[in-house]
């Protein structure tokens, strides 16, 4: 039981969120436990919102009506689209907003 509670430990402690954007769609990854895609089409809003803390949660978090949180502290991004709303951990916020907007205003 001890060996289990310390490899579930260690794997939370390792979770990394990753977002790819590419032409047509964003993939937000919570590895190694969850992964999600949406449309940019779907997008109707991003920016980039205060640092999340331990008291945020951590991990896939539901937080709130249509709103889901993919977790690990520090920088985030808000992601509202047609049906809900995101907030991602990410290390470069600026960055993943100006990609994400640059798609928006392609399609």
Known sequence: ???????????????????????????????????????????????????????DGYGFRIMGKNTRGLLVGGPAVALETKTRRWIVSTAHPEEITSAIRARMTTR
């Open 1 to 55: 039981m001890a060996a289990g509670i310390v490899a579930f430990t260690w794997a939370i402690v390792r979770m990394t969120v990753s977002i790819a954007i590419t032409e047509e769609k964003i993939v937000l990854r919570l590895a190694p436990f969850y992964s999600t895609e949406m449309s940019i089409s779907d997008v109707v809003a991003v920016a980039g919102v205060p640092e999340t803390t331990l008291a």
